[in-house]
Each structure stands twice: as C-alpha cells, then as structure tokens.
C-alpha cells in the first residue's frame, strides 16, 4: 500500500536569511533577494525622491547589499530592515534633492501627482492647502527624524525595525518619532497626517 506523504521540508523556498548566507558561496542565488523585494525599495524610494531617482537609487541598494551579504547575521531573519537601511543611507547622500522634491510637491497641484493609493503620505502631500504645508514640513524635518518618520509611515516598520535599519537604539527611535509627529501637527494646526499606529510601538 503506497502512502503519501507531504513534500519535503527541504523542498520549500529558503527564507530570505538562508538565501543570502547560501549566496556567500553561491553569489547568483542573491538574485532572489532583488526578485522579492526590489519593488518594494523601489515603491519607498520614489516617495522620497521622485520617480527620477527611484531607478538608481534602488539598484545602488541592491548592489549594496550583495557587496555586504557576508555582513548580514542570518540570526536577524528579516532582511527588510537591513536593505530599508541601506536604502535610507543612500537617500541620505541626496537629502538636498530629497528637500526639493517635497517642495516642489507642495506646489503641485493634487490632479498631477501620479502615485498608487497606498502611499499614505503622499497621498496626503498632494491634499490640497494642507497638503503643502505637509510637503513644508517634511522639508524642514532634520535628516534623522525625518528618516525615522517615513520608515514608520512609508514602510510600516515598528519602533524595532526602524532602530535595527538605522542602527540605533529603541529610545532614540522612539524620541526621534514623538519630534518629528509634533513638528507635523504644529505645521498642521493640531492635525497629524500620517496616520501614525500607536500600536507600532508595542
């Protein structure tokens, strides 16, 4: 009598932490790293810097990261935070085009902006009046708290996840937040627009 049985474990896809250590030996395997995640990169940069620079930037990321894979600890698991931070520390070279960009949102009317429903603040800089003093504030943000507001509000990350892709501690990330959603609700008249969970910090 034949049984069956389920298909090997060893048969099921490689977690994105066992793919980069098989890729320190097998270095064509990273490729698989690029195929799930690169779009999502790509998605976060583009709200930061435009769809000009998004190309660019977001294949520098994954260069990047191939070049530094014996450097990730497959102990992490997650390797968003890891290419978000990478991704984030390349956006910091350009934090001058980062500025003009939201700027230049500010003075564009809301019909011409071409973005996909789920970028919440975008979304919200193309809004009108209010929107443009969002794009304001977003500009005046200092780099580091800028970078630890758009983590949370762009990629969903939780208090954790933003300090492992910037390398900073849970405190830091946490005062940086409170900053930066008070310098948007100042700007805004009391109004917090990014829609920020509470629950990212639990």
């Known amino acids: 009598m034949n049984v069956s049985h389920a ?8 977690g994105d932490a066992a793919v980069i250590a098989e890729s320190w030996h097998e ?42 894979r014996e450097r990730f600890d497959p102990e992490r698991g997650a390797v968003q935070p890891w290419l978000y931070g990478i991704a984030t520390n390349l956006i910091g070279l350009h934090r001058r085009a980062e500025k003009r960009f939201y700027r230049a949102l500010a003075r564009t009317p809301a019909d011409d902006v071409t973005y996909g429903h789920d970028d919440r603040v975008t979304a919200r800089v193309t809004a009108g009046r209010v929107g443009a003093e969002l794009a304001e504030a977003l500009a005046g943000l200092s780099a580091g708290d800028r970078d630890v507001l758009l983590l949370v509000a762009l990629a969903d990350f939780t208090y954790e996840q933003v300090a492992q892709a910037l390398g900073l501690k849970y405190g830091t990330v946490a005062s940086r937040l409170n900053r930066a959603r008070r310098k948007l609700r100042e700007a805004l008249g009391g109004v917090d627009p990014t829609l920020i969970n509470e629950e990212s910090s639990s």
């Open 27 to 68: 270095p064509e395997l990273f490729a698989e790293i690029f195929h799930r995640h690169f779009a999502e990169i790509h998605r976060y940069v583009t709200r930061r810097l435009g769809p000009d620079a998004a190309d660019d930037i977001a294949a520098e990321t994954f260069l990047a990261a191939f070049r530094r």
């Open 7 to 14: 298909p090997d474990a060893a048969a099921a896809p490689l």
